[in-house]
């Protein structure tokens, strides 16, 4: 198995999590799949024999899903609450 982690672009809320499961359940070879949700960090396991990282990323565009290569920080918009700042 090999990992993959992407940032999703837009706050991760249930439709978002449904559109994401749904995209991903079509993929041959998904093993476990994270989703942080305060900062849109995705870990994705694969079976790197069965599909490939740029499968998964089509597969979520696809589905309506904009990724960013970095995560968000709490300047761009990233913040969860959590921590109160």
């Not at 899903?65 to 609450?81: F, Q, S, V």
């Amino acid at each position: 198995m090999k990992s993959q982690t992407l940032y999703i672009a837009d706050a991760v809320n249930h439709e978002s999590v449904s559109a994401l499961s749904q995209a991903l359940s079509h993929i041959e070879g998904i093993g476990r799949v994270k989703c942080i949700s305060g900062t849109g960090k995705l870990d994705i396991e694969f079976d790197d024999g069965l599909t490939s990282p740029q499968e998964i990323e089509n597969a979520l565009v696809r589905a309506g899903i904009r990724l960013e290569t970095e995560p968000r920080t709490h300047a761009a918009g990233g913040c969860c609450g959590g921590c109160g700042g």
